[in-house]
């Protein structure tokens, strides 16, 4: 409902400007997307070229893909009650002082850059009636969404499920006892790999289950979907150095900082209900409501893929009259749908059809290809033309 009700260029105008008030208002924005760490970086690059400062777009990306309203339901149904309500607070925590401290090193250089009109332009004349912006909530929701987080989610319960089976129950159990020890570990894991907030809940379910202690799984829950090499690369790009290594080291003191007061400051029985609530669910009676539920996740998952392989396949059989080109970055639906809106608003463009799989992009009309690759750099991502066949 948010991504068809809400235009994409709220957030630009709404979050543009400097100050404290308006890194407050990004991250409150930021934590209830159900946006991934690649998905929120055209959204972020999209308010800095709006007007918003460093700062507010530092804690924009900060917040957004620790959480949203997509993984506080899972967390608590994977996790229970205690991370689904820690997990936005940290993110918001971690935003607020992120956003705040790239401010402070930023202090007197950042000039906000000019008004992007091409997100108004895009609003008058996506507007539809509230009847086809419900049957866009529900396609996204059931399709879109799913497609993004579905292979994610369905690797991270693959992972799970190894961890579980393979693991010995007592081998983790060790460095458990000794979190300072275990959460730099992790991190050191975490920060370089991506996983999406969804991904990382049955990860770091089978850890716990597997002797880590609570304060280092919520370690990988807040480091792995917000930290990662891609994003820093693009902030550095985007808003300087100082300002990628303020948006990494928060996120890093946010998760020592929050993981240490889970094990040492929080009553330990807030987060062991989820081991025994898994025990008796093993013994309960046949799940009716659960079952079919998973069902149709899996069926919807499954659907997403075909999609997929349809959309890759239509592209192999394009003519070799198209232009093609090779994108780098994406990693879910947001990053395709950002591409190919990139792309479409160069003049010239008659049609274009990306393939999140393989990364190709073909391209009908008589646009040059130096100013499609900048309009896709501009969106966050790297493209290249591949030579004519």
Same mark, same amino acid.
């Given at each position: 409902?948010?991504?068809?009700?809400?235009?994409?260029?709220?957030?630009?105008?709404?979050?543009?400007?400097?100050?404290?008030?308006?890194?407050?208002?990004?991250?409150?924005?930021?934590?209830?997307?159900?946006?991934?760490?690649?998905?929120?970086?055209?959204?972020?690059?999209?308010?800095?070229?709006?007007?918003? #400062?460093?700062?507010?777009?530092?804690?924009?990306?900060?917040?957004?893909?620790?959480?949203?309203?997509?993984?506080?339901?899972?967390?608590?149904?994977?996790?229970?009650?205690?991370?689904?309500?820690?997990?936005?607070?940290?993110?918001?925590?971690?935003?607020?002082?992120?956003?705040?401290?790239?401010?402070?090193?930023?202090?007197?250089?950042?000039?906000?850059?000019?008004?992007?009109?091409?997100?108004?332009?895009?609003?008058?004349?996506?507007?539809?009636?509230?009847?086809?912006?419900?049957?866009?909530? *529900?396609?996204?929701?059931?399709?879109?969404?799913?497609?993004?987080?579905?292979?994610?989610?369905?690797?991270?319960?693959?992972?799970?499920?190894?961890?579980?089976?393979?693991?010995?129950?007592?081998?983790?159990?060790?460095?458990?006892?000794?979190?300072?020890?275990?959460?730099?570990?992790?991190?050191?894991?975490?920060?370089?790999?991506?996983?999406?907030?969804?991904?990382?809940?049955?990860?770091?379910? #089978? *850890?716990?289950?597997?002797?880590?202690?609570?304060?280092?799984?919520?370690?990988?829950?807040?480091?792995?979907?917000?930290?990662?090499?891609? #994003?820093?690369?693009?902030?550095?790009?985007?808003?300087?150095?100082?300002?990628?290594?303020? $948006?990494?080291?928060?996120?890093?003191?946010?998760?020592?900082?929050?993981?240490?007061?889970?094990?040492?400051?929080?009553?330990?029985?807030?987060?062991? *209900?989820?081991?025994?609530?898994?025990?008796?669910?093993?013994?309960?009676?046949?799940?009716?409501?659960?079952?079919?539920?998973?069902?149709?996740?899996?069926?919807?998952?499954?659907?997403?893929?075909?999609?997929? $392989?349809?959309?890759?396949?239509?592209?192999?059989?394009?003519? %070799?009259?198209?232009?093609? *080109?090779?994108?780098?970055?994406?990693?879910?639906?947001?990053?395709?749908?950002?591409?190919?809106?990139?792309? #479409?608003?160069?003049?010239?463009?008659?049609?274009?059809?990306?393939?999140?799989?393989?990364?190709?992009?073909?391209?009908?009309? %008589?646009?040059?290809?130096?100013?499609?690759?900048?309009?896709?750099?501009?969106?966050?991502?790297?493209?290249?033309?591949?030579?004519?066949?």
């Amino acid at each position: 409902l948010m991504h068809a009700f809400i235009p994409a260029g709220t957030f630009a105008r709404h979050l543009s400007g400097s100050g404290w008030k308006a890194v407050v208002k990004a991250a409150l924005a930021g934590v209830p997307l159900p946006l991934c760490s690649c998905g929120v970086l055209p959204t972020a690059i999209a308010m800095r070229r709006a007007g918003a #400062s460093r700062a507010a777009s530092s804690s924009f990306l900060i917040a957004t893909p620790q959480t949203g309203i997509d993984s506080i339901a899972a967390t608590a149904s994977l996790l229970g009650p205690a991370f689904a309500v820690i997990r936005p607070l940290a993110a918001m925590t971690t935003a607020l002082f992120g956003g705040l401290a790239v401010g402070v090193t930023e202090k007197g250089q950042d000039s906000p850059a000019a008004t992007c009109a091409a997100y108004a332009e895009e609003e008058k004349k996506t507007r539809r009636s509230p009847a086809g912006r419900l049957s866009d909530a *529900l396609r996204y929701g059931y399709i879109d969404l799913v497609a993004g987080i579905g292979p994610w989610l369905t690797a991270g319960l693959v992972i799970a499920a190894l961890i579980t089976v393979y693991i010995p129950a007592d081998a983790l159990s060790a460095l458990g006892k000794h979190p300072f020890l275990a959460m730099p570990a992790v991190l050191a894991i975490a920060v370089p790999m991506y996983v999406c907030a969804t991904g990382s809940i049955p990860i770091a379910m #089978s *850890l716990m289950l597997k002797g880590l202690s609570p304060g280092t799984a919520f370690v990988l829950l807040m480091a792995g979907p917000a930290a990662n090499f891609a #994003s820093a690369a693009l902030v550095s790009r985007e808003m300087g150095r100082k300002a990628a290594a303020v $948006y990494i080291g928060s996120i890093i003191a946010g998760a020592l900082v929050f993981g240490l007061a889970i094990d040492y400051l929080m009553p330990a029985h807030w987060f062991t *209900l989820q081991a025994t609530g898994i025990a008796d669910a093993c013994h309960a009676s046949f799940p009716i409501f659960s079952t079919i539920c998973s069902a149709i996740l899996v069926l919807l998952i499954a659907w997403a893929l075909l999609r997929g $392989y349809i959309n890759n396949h239509k592209i192999d059989k394009q003519t %070799n009259e198209n232009m093609k *080109l090779r994108i780098t970055g994406m990693n879910c639906q947001h990053c395709r749908a950002s591409v190919e809106r990139a792309i #479409s608003s160069v003049e010239g463009v008659d049609n274009v059809s990306v393939d999140l799989t393989t990364g190709m992009a073909c391209v009908d009309g %008589n646009a040059d290809a130096d100013t499609i690759a900048d309009a896709v750099r501009a969106a966050g991502f790297d493209a290249e033309k591949l030579p004519d066949e």
